[in-house]
């Protein structure tokens, strides 16, 4: 919760201001109003973004780098920022915007996974944030941050 509200409080409207652009979210178009289809998105949302995502991020991923960079901060920090920055890479139908704040939410669930000792705080974070935009977006349609 506390994830989402940075997210759209600071992080999408900076991003927006700064790149003259907004997060493309026209893949979503459809969900407005359409309860079958938040109910699909939520599912799949929940399975694939949240689970598979971070299983494979930060749950193989972070750890390949990090074993292969070894023990020390920096080398940790250069794990998270590696993983992070493909996570964002992941999501490039979202415009620069979107890749940002990706990459972003995924050095955010990096140090949820260091903190916790547990691949379940990032799994949690990620489909309660995927969840609370996709519910939003089929109440009230596209959210470009809070101003």
Known sequence: MGWTLVNVAALIP???????????VSAFADLEGDLGLLALYLIASW?????????????????????ILGPGRLRQLTGVLGSSLLFGMLHT?????????????????CLLRYRCRTLWAPILAHGFDDTIGFTWFYFFGPFYGLW
């Open 14 to 24: 900076v991003t927006n201001h700064l790149s003259g652009t907004r997060q493309d």
């Open 47 to 67: 399975v694939l973004a949240a689970f598979c995502e971070e299983v494979a991020f930060r749950g193989y991923l972070l750890t390949r780098l990090t074993d």
């Open 93 to 109: 139908e979202q415009g620069i915007v979107g890749v940002v704040a990706a990459a972003m939410a995924g050095a955010v669930f």
